[in-house]
Nanobody
Framework: EVRLVESGGGLVQPGGSLRLSCKAS????????MGWIRQGPGKEEEVIAS??????TYAESVKGRFTFSQDKVEKTLYLQMNSLKPEVTSVYYC???????????????RGQGTRVTVSS
């Protein structure tokens, strides 16, 4: 079983930055596809980034402002978010999948989420 625990969410002013972390444990494997998913209030969930050894893919909505990285030794994922706008207010989830890796991956494993609020 894969366990994912996010941290780093909070309240940030528009234009600010925030870095989310996700600690992975359990039966993880380097071949897994890792991702970040968000769900804003009253909105459907959106896969915003995915990563495996071959490539990192971003949704158009975050491209250029968010950066997905990982420390494989520490089994920790990071999502650096810059130039934040109120519309990105969401609960952000770290996720993992086997097989196909991309924004359409089957992210079977997810963390409990961390809330990000962008407001002045």
């Amino acid at each position: 079983e894969v366990r994912l625990v996010e941290s780093g969410g909070g309240l940030v002013q528009p234009g600010g930055s925030l870095r989310l972390s996700c600690k992975a444990s359990g039966t993880t494997h380097s071949s897994f596809c890792m991702g970040w998913i968000r769900q804003g209030p009253g909105k459907e969930e959106e896969v915003i980034a995915s990563m495996n050894d071959a490539r990192t893919t971003y949704a158009e909505s975050v491209k250029g402002r968010f950066t997905f990285s990982q420390d494989k030794v520490e089994k920790t994922l990071y999502l650096q978010m810059n130039s934040l706008k109120p519309e990105v207010t969401s609960v952000y989830y770290c996720a993992a999948a086997r097989g196909y890796c991309g924004l359409g991956a089957d992210f079977h494993w997810r963390g409990q989420g961390t809330r990000v609020t962008v407001s002045s």
